[in-house]
């Protein structure tokens, strides 16, 4: 089945510095991969997703690339500031529509230092 | 903005006892997903419903765990009896599961702690 690694498992950077998190996933069939970012004891948030049919997607601050020959993707966070500290899980979906699950990576902990 | 809701949000317990999680869905959501996550791990899906129906609990640890959808709406997963490694956050998430992506949301958790 589907294998998500993600790396680092910590990332620790000062304010205003990028944060780069990269992911690999074994399933060749997979089409949709989403980030999600958890903060300590609360739910996780999907932030930004992206599509098999799509290199590149950025929402303000935040960007997501893939390379489906490698079968890799990253997140690219720019001037992080304190409030992106947390926990960033990616994860890659098998199947499609209704029958789509997710597989998770290990997760990120992001420290970003004022 | 709808939210996925859960109850309870902290269950402490014994082991060998029944514990029980509810889970609201957002309004018109008909993929609904059960996960554990434990402390410092992604979630690992535990079972997905469409409509009422089971669609994967391929991961589910059926002789002590069980879930149902019986209306489609809402949703229940049981534990019986809980064992010490049962600890964990779970997470229901919903979608809306349309073609190209499978954008879940999910609720707040339950946190459970076997003793």
């Known amino acids: 089945g589907e294998n998500v690694e993600q790396h680092p498992s910590t990332l620790s950077v000062q304010e205003g510095d990028s944060a780069v998190i990269k992911c690999t996933y074994s399933?060749?069939?997979?089409?949709?991969f989403p980030w999600y970012k958890q903060e300590l004891g609360k739910r996780p948030q999907l932030i930004i997703d992206?599509?098999?049919?799509?290199g590149e997607k950025k929402d303000q601050r935040i960007a997501v690339t893939l390379n489906k020959t490698a079968k890799h993707f990253s997140l690219h966070i720019t001037e992080t500031q304190p409030e992106d500290s947390a926990v960033y899980f990616c994860a890659a979906s098998t199947g499609s529509g209704n029958t789509g699950k997710l597989i998770f990576g290990q997760g990120t902990t992001l420290q970003v230092k004022p | 903005e709808a939210e996925v809701a859960q109850s309870p949000r902290y269950k402490i317990t014994e082991k060998s006892q029944a514990v029980a999680f509810w889970c609201d869905p957002i309004?018109?959501?008909?993929?609904l997903y059960w996960y554990r996550q434990i402390l410092g791990q992604g979630p690992e899906l535990l079972v997905q419903?469409?409509?009422?129906?089971?669609?994967?609990d391929s991961q589910l640890p059926k002789d002590r765990f069980s879930a149902e959808r019986l209306k489609g709406v809402d949703s229940t997963l049981k534990i019986q009896p809980a064992e010490l490694g049962d600890s964990a956050m779970y997470l229901c998430?919903?979608?809306?599961?349309?073609?190209?992506?499978?954008?879940?949301?999910f609720g707040p958790g339950t946190r459970l702690t076997v003793t």
């Open positions: 419903f469409q409509d009422e129906s089971v669609v994967d």
């Open positions: 399933d060749s069939a997979s089409n949709y």
């Open positions: 998430a919903s979608s809306r599961a349309y073609s190209g992506g499978i954008e879940q949301y």
């Open positions: 992206i599509r098999s049919n799509v």
């Open positions: 309004s018109g959501h008909a993929t």
